[in-house]
Structures are given as structure tokens and as C-alpha cells.
């Protein structure tokens, strides 16, 4: 599969909890974490998302917020991955930054320099990377 989406994560579908438009989908990441998305009832039908099922989760580097110093603060975004910046690579207009999690996994942030600047950014240093669950896209093997 060749797309723009920078994280790509597959895992099994842990859990299906349907709504009357919306369904949470719960996936079980390869590395043991668990990722929620929020996609339609139509989505989890012509996807055929069952419990134990394959699938791809897919957010795209723009969609991810990077936290630094939680502050004791909770937040109402459903996956939150706690790691260490393993790379930093600063742009004309942005900064790629690729948070390493404790199983292996990474997740990829895009942010300014700004953003950079004021969270302190740089490799090795705590950081937790944000999704909010309407942002995860789910994909299933053809």
C-alpha cells in the first residue's frame, strides 16, 4: 500500500462499540498498544470490522498534537502514546518529529517551529503524541 498517511499502524480489532450514526472502533496495535477510532456504522459494516479482525490504522503527521509536559491536565482526545522524540528533522516551514514508544513503535508529528521552540523539542527528550479519534482512518486487507 503506498499512501501519504506517515503512520501507519497495524493491529487487530479489539473491540466494536456501535452508536447510531458512529461506532468506536478499539484496534490492538502490534506493539500492545491500543489506538480508537471513530468511524461510521457504514464503515464498520462495508469494512466487515469484527472483533479479531486485521486492519490498518492510518493518521496522517498533521493530525497528531505533541505534548511535552501534561501539567496534570486531562484531555478528551481518545489515544494518547507516551514515548521519547528518536528524531527531529527541521524544514523550511515545519518540523517532522517522530516520537519512539516504549514497544518499538513511532508515531510522526508535523508542527512548527514554534511549536518546537516552546515544547523544547529535541531528541531524547519525553514527549506524549495525541490523536483524537475521528483523525484515525481504518483500512482491511483486500
Do not use: W, Y
Given at each position: 500500500m503506498k499512501i501519504s498517511a506517515r503512520n501507519q499502524f497495524r493491529g487487530k480489532v479489539a473491540r466494536v462499540t456501535p452508536g447510531a450514526v458512529n461506532?468506536?472502533?478499539a484496534v490492538a496495535l502490534a506493539?500492545?498498544?491500543?489506538?480508537?477510532?471513530v468511524v461510521t456504522n457504514e464503515s464498520?459494516?462495508?469494512l466487515n470490522l469484527r472483533d479479531g479482525g486485521?486492519?490498518?490504522a492510518l493518521v496522517k503527521a498533521s493530525s497528531v498534537l505533541v505534548m511535552t509536559d501534561d501539567?496534570?491536565?486531562?484531555l478528551s482526545a481518545r489515544n494518547s502514546f507516551k514515548g521519547k522524540v528518536t528524531a527531529l528533522e527541521t524544514g523550511p516551514i515545519h518540523?517532522?518529529?517522530t516520537i519512539g514508544l516504549p514497544s518499538g513503535e513511532?508515531?510522526?508529528?508535523?508542527?512548527?517551529?514554534?511549536?518546537?521552540?516552546a515544547l523544547g523539542l529535541a531528541e531524547g527528550v519525553p514527549a506524549t503524541a495525541v490523536i483524537k479519534a475521528p483523525q484515525v482512518i481504518l483500512g482491511v486487507p483486500a
Amino acid at each position: 500500500m503506498k499512501i501519504s498517511a506517515r503512520n501507519q499502524f497495524r493491529g487487530k480489532v479489539a473491540r466494536v462499540t456501535p452508536g447510531a450514526v458512529n461506532a468506536e472502533v478499539a484496534v490492538a496495535l502490534a506493539g500492545g498498544e491500543e489506538m480508537v477510532a471513530v468511524v461510521t456504522n457504514e464503515s464498520v459494516n462495508s469494512l466487515n470490522l469484527r472483533d479479531g479482525g486485521e486492519v490498518v490504522a492510518l493518521v496522517k503527521a498533521s493530525s497528531v498534537l505533541v505534548m511535552t509536559d501534561d501539567s496534570g491536565l486531562r484531555l478528551s482526545a481518545r489515544n494518547s502514546f507516551k514515548g521519547k522524540v528518536t528524531a527531529l528533522e527541521t524544514g523550511p516551514i515545519h518540523a517532522a518529529v517522530t516520537i519512539g514508544l516504549p514497544s518499538g513503535e513511532a508515531v510522526h508529528a508535523t508542527v512548527t517551529h514554534a511549536a518546537c521552540d516552546a515544547l523544547g523539542l529535541a531528541e531524547g527528550v519525553p514527549a506524549t503524541a495525541v490523536i483524537k479519534a475521528p483523525q484515525v482512518i481504518l483500512g482491511v486487507p483486500a
